[in-house]
């Protein structure tokens, strides 16, 4: 096989794009090396942790047609702008600015061998015959692919483009495992440039390996079909290292997603088991390098709420809205945690306010919002009982439906879930049951809620109430069972909390027993026997834990927001997983690990991932 055509020809649909305004936007002659180019790029990223975007993005922008990273750069903070605002504009320039980089870093990528290598032995290449230049341009091409293939899903609806972006994110993996061969066989004669590449390689490897292993069981199988793997331990090591690299430009992005991944993700995918010392560790060490930085002072709020110190977070929350003007986008983040601080709070106008700001401001699911904001009006209108606030709630219900969107070609679940809960108000007489409760039960809100006896009781109380109610006006609820197992389940949840945990039991079992009397919310009957599940777990009684998680998976299919909960079924059956290693001599995970260990978890780089012909079937398979 020609080697040359080979390369020159893996991004042919991204090469035979012509950009007209190139020549006439860009007048800059002169070259820029590579270590300018890093020490340019770097200045920028500084300047975006510091809330001056545009700054950052004016230094990228003058050399994004000609040099690699300030390509990758322009292209990044374009793609951040794009996926923040959702704005068709916004999204088109970001696609426009990927596909430039795309283009530069493969113009600068090794034409001989680079692509070729990947069905060979790493021992027959011979990593120091590649340039600086050639290296670090793979690892951008990389990156550039894989925000430029996150942008297809978001602009088009189509299974194409659903493929196309999965097509270019298994070759940004093929780049990054490239990459890693790269690092481990290659002299470097510098440390610092070594650095640079070190942290790129790891933070691609790292996150890869972080995010597939975070998938539920079905759709891991099928991605390590087509050859991709996911080890979160791994996953989690790499970025650690990547983080500690004192030279590497992209050691703060790492620290980033740690930190995210600790104070969020495993909250709203997992079990809520993320280490949060180790991120606010991590975090001091962000703050004293942007003090002012609103993603930083963000995560600072999110640390604390977590903690359950939520008149804290607030504070950190409007210290990191203040922080900055120049993007509203973050302002949302913020706005959105704002609005759950205030429920914890049992203040619920204020929530509603944020809701409000959020439906008004943000782009990312107005239906959400709106039935947040209808929900947490009905929590204030308990006391008020006023007809105009009914009014406006059930005219704030009726408008869901028509607000739901569809980002690559699929429906939100929690717009589905919003949207079937719309509608369920109107045909039982502007009626719904504990919804803002629910809301807070289905973001993990109650992981939260339930250090802080202060936050747990009154939702308790309300709980009881509506208990009481629904059963002495049996009559009046067109569906009864529905709402008695809601409200039973959330009482379980409080109870569970509050280390009553026989009775909590009892709550969940009693929903299992009246699931087929259930009518709308079969999702109620599956997230009870889960919580049993996670109930174990919390006493360590993982044979037991793993069984029932087992039943809830296989048992029960078709229900709202089935995905989320296979997520936390995933996470939970993780930490089984490493537990009953450990049991067997294989230590469980941890912040660190020998050396044997560490090699033990590596991917095998000599696999290749080769193109077969199940994999437009594959992904035909994940769309689903």
Known sequence: MNEDKTSTSTDNDE????????????????????????????????????NKFTQAKDIMKPWAHRSMYPALGYGTIMYLQAVMTFDAADIES???????????????????????????????????????????AELCYAECLLERALLTFVQDENLISFVKGGLKIRQCYQSYKECQRILQHRSWKTDKMKAHFESGVRMGIGAFNLMISLLPTKILKLLEFVGFSGNKRYGLLELEKASCLQHGLRAPLCSMILISYHTVVTYVLGTADGDIEFAENMLKVCLRNYPKGALFLFFAGRIEEIKGNIDEAILRFEESIESQSEWRQFHHLCFWELMWCHCFKGDWLMAMKYAEKLCRESRWSRATYTYQKASFLMMCNKIENSSETSEHIAYLLGEVPGLKLRIAGKSLPIEKFAVKKAKRFQTQGNRLTLPALELLYVWNGFSIIGKKTELLDPLIQIVEETINEIVNHKDQYQYYDDDYCLALLLKGVCLKHKGKRFQAEMCFREIKDLEKKCKEDAYLSPWAQAELAFMLLEEEKWDDAKKQLEQVKNNYKGYALESRLHFRIHAASLKIKAHLKGAEGTPPASPSCTKNEYQDMMPNLNSPISPSANSDEFFKQTSV
């Open 15 to 50: 090469a035979d794009e012509v950009y007209q305004d190139a020549s006439e936007e860009y007048t800059i002659d002169e070259d820029m090396d590579l270590g300018s180019s890093i020490e340019e790029t770097t200045v920028a990223l500084n300047l975006f942790l510091n």
């Open 94 to 136: 970001a696609i426009q600015a990927s596909k430039r980089a795309v283009i530069v870093c493969n113009k600068h990528r090794k034409k001989t061998s680079m692509i070729g290598s990947i069905t060979k032995s790493s021992s027959k290449v011979n990593y120091d015959d590649f340039t600086d230049e050639e290296i670090h």
